[in-house]
């Protein structure tokens, strides 16, 4: 099993935008509102069942777009195919869970999983996994990043948890290959803040 189909997901992307627990309207509003600022991959949490319906609204939204969407918070193996059956292109967890990287293989989804500490960032990558969900970020600090690109140069890091239009270049610029902003999105400026970053030069 590989994650090599997120160099395509991600692409030069360096932002991602999480719409959690929202109405199915305004998923797809905000949806449409970062793909309009080039903002191109967009996940979907299913953490509860009734998130399902704003997960098949952004991915129809985004397949008339040519836009990408994921789902975010897969905890079990049932989420896994509710995910692939509402059309996600890929599946996120906050945590390792190898059963869940292998039902989303199995239903031909790229897996992001969460890790935190270098013997969990180890373990995804015997089982194939180089593209990882850092979580909590903000609790893990840029230098997290940097210290782990030293033995593990192989690994690409998404960075979630706590991060804003405020402090996702720091990240970016520790080394962390795409900045994901998630509840910070409440704040109706975000959006265009974050876009911003889209314009500036990588480190």
Request: hydrophobic share 50%.
């Amino acid at each position: 099993m590989t994650t090599a189909d997120f160099e395509h997901i991600f692409g030069s992307a360096r932002v991602m935008a999480i719409l959690r627990g929202l109405p199915v309207a305004e998923t797809v509003r905000l949806a449409e509102r970062a793909w309009d600022l080039g903002i191109d991959v967009v996940e979907v949490p299913v953490a509860t069942p009734d998130a399902v319906a704003s997960l098949r609204a952004a991915v129809e939204a985004g397949t008339a777009r040519g836009r990408i969407v994921g789902a975010g918070t897969v905890l079990d193996i049932e989420q896994v195919a509710a995910a692939a059956d509402a059309g996600a292109r890929f599946t996120v967890a906050p945590g390792l869970d190898l059963a869940i990287a292998d039902a989303a293989a199995a239903r031909g989804l790229p897996h992001l999983p969460g890790v935190a500490t270098p013997t969990e960032a180890q373990q995804a990558l015997r089982h194939g996994l180089t593209w990882l969900k850092a979580f909590p970020a903000i609790s893990l600090g840029p230098a997290w990043f940097k210290a782990m690109a030293g033995p593990l140069p192989q690994l690409r890091f998404v960075a979630t948890g706590g991060l804003d239009a405020g402090n996702a270049e720091a990240f970016l610029q520790a080394g962390v290959r795409v900045a994901a902003v998630g509840s910070a999105l409440s704040d109706p400026t975000q959006l265009d803040r974050l876009a911003a970053l889209l314009t500036r030069p990588s480190s």
